[in-house]
């Protein structure tokens, strides 16, 4: 009965920005350890974004620092993932999921995943 429900994805163009959000019911999500994955066509799934139970710690893939940032609401069982200046190169479908340990970065850490929102970028 856990659910992931990611939205807020969309078309925009380069350098551009975006909010995704990502609701969360069926566990006590002010427990668990959250991250943003994406996946592009032909591509493996790889890590973007992770935030720590109480939002004190966040962690970035290189190749988005700085320009994205991950955050929660734990009152609305809702973790985001702002993006701000988007390249075509961010193109892909965004993930959202649910990891019962900490500082987990790779996928195999995480137990339960959302379906996913198409993010597109045009140059």
């Known amino acids: 009965q856990v659910q992931l429900v990611e939205s807020g994805g969309g078309l925009v163009q380069a350098g551009g920005s975006l909010r995704l959000s990502c609701a969360a019911s069926?566990?006590?999500?002010?427990?668990?350890?959250m991250g943003w994955f994406r996946q592009a066509p032909g591509k493996e799934r790889e890590f973007v974004a992770g935030?720590?139970?109480?939002?004190?710690?966040?962690y970035y893939a290189d190749s988005v620092k700085g320009r994205f940032t991950i955050s929660r609401d734990n009152a609305r069982n809702t973790v985001y993932l702002q993006m701000n200046s988007l390249k075509p190169e961010d193109t892909a479908v965004y993930y959202c999921?649910?990891?019962?340990?900490?500082?987990?970065?790779?996928?195999?850490?995480?137990?339960?995943w959302g379906q996913g929102t198409q993010v597109t970028v045009s140059s």
């Open positions: 935030i720590s139970w109480d939002g004190g710690t966040t």
């Open positions: 069926g566990f006590r999500f002010s427990s668990y350890f």
């Open positions: 999921a649910v990891s019962p340990r900490s500082r987990a970065t790779t996928k195999d850490a995480y137990d339960y």
